[in-house]
């Protein structure tokens, strides 16, 4: 026997939402997802009247469903926002160049402007040749830097108030674990807030509206909606630290599905003891970015590309940065050392 939607009591269920368990037609989940969504960007003053906001749009599900979601609530709701699409050409052959086509389709289906920044004309370097030099161990932490940095660069140009990001429930809850697993106590405070405000020149206010959106439902509901996205995973990612995370959470769900929220709400509600030293918030000397070091994490890890020494990024090398600035030549052993490519 069909089972009746358990909202409206009228359509045949098509779903069983893995967040609530509710038995739903598709017409109910859109509904229900989408006032979700309105929901948190409304509790959280997410968005003010007349900003422009930047999405972040890698083609992927995530961002797509935010899109989506997001032209949809600012037209129902009437938010004000001028929205527009913020693309990262990361320069990875055979992955990017495909997810961007989805982007620039996705330009149209939505009507928003888009805008493409890339590693290339920002830093000189493609992951492709990042990956070459250094390897597919440590690769990821040349990516995720670059591309948030590139980010605040798009940002800025195009001169939004705000990025908003496809970050789900099922991100926030890995990011928690490994700042965990990792003992980083000072990320470990920030990653579950909803929104950043602005940490100083060069860096844009973001959030989250798809915080608390399982990513299971995000599938469900680009799927039903028939939304144009590319599904196919980064081919530099599997040895990624996030893909363990990740591992565990999902075996975390099977048992119990509100696992996910539940690591979430734990993140949310952690304090610091008095007494713990944490690192102080300043720019780098170089190019002005926020860093708590003389050099922020992209000029380090740039450094080391140009240099050859492609381990000078990866690990805790603080002792060299006044030696980088005042382009002091580094002694023979830590050449030795930071050239090993044995990731």
């Known amino acids: 026997m069909p089972v009746l939607c358990s909202s409206c009591a009228e359509k045949r269920a098509v779903l069983k939402r893995p967040k609530t368990g509710h038995s739903l037609c598709k017409e109910c989940f859109f509904w229900a997802f989408e006032e979700e969504v309105h929901q948190t960007i409304v509790a959280a003053k997410l968005f003010k009247h007349g900003e422009m906001v930047g999405i972040a749009a890698s ?62 004309e920002l830093y000189g370097w493609t992951m492709d040749a990042i990956v070459k030099q250094v390897g597919l161990k440590n690769n990821c932490t040349f990516c995720g830097v670059f591309r948030r940095q590139a980010l605040d660069r798009g940002a800025i140009m195009l001169k939004v108030d705000k990025i908003c990001t496809g970050h789900n429930a099922d991100d926030v809850a890995e990011t928690v674990l490994m700042n965990v697993l990792r003992g980083d106590i000072a990320r470990l405070r920030r990653c579950t807030a909803i929104s950043t405000t602005s940490e100083g020149d060069g860096v844009v206010p973001r959030c ?136």
């Open 59 to 120: 083609g992927g599900k995530d961002s797509t469903v935010l899109a989506h979601v997001m032209k949809l609530l600012n037209e129902r709701y009437n938010y004000g926002l001028e929205l527009t699409l913020l693309s990262v050409d990361e320069g990875i052959t055979g992955y990017r160049d495909d997810s961007l086509e989805t982007v620039k389709r996705n330009q149209q289906q939505y009507e928003l402007p888009l805008k493409i920044v890339s590693y290339e």
């Open 208 to 343: 989250k509206p798809l915080k608390y959106a399982y990513e299971k439902e995000i599938v469900l509901y680009a799927y039903f909606k028939k939304l144009d996205y590319f599904s196919t995973e980064c081919i530099y990612s599997p040895n990624a630290y996030r893909g363990h995370a990740r591992t565990f959470l999902k075996d975390l769900e099977s048992v119990r599905p509100s696992s996910i929220m539940d690591v979430i709400h734990s993140g949310e509600n952690l304090s610091v003891r008095d007494g713990v030293k944490m690192p102080v918030q300043g720019t780098c000397s170089r190019c002005g970015y926020i860093s708590s070091q003389a050099l922020c994490k992209s000029c380090v890890l740039l450094e080391g590309l140009n240099r050859g020494l492609p381990k000078l990024g990866i690990g805790k090398h603080h002792r060299l940065h006044d030696k980088i600035l005042s382009k002091q030549p580094l002694t023979e052993k830590e050449e030795r050392k930071l050239k090993a490519v044995d990731f």
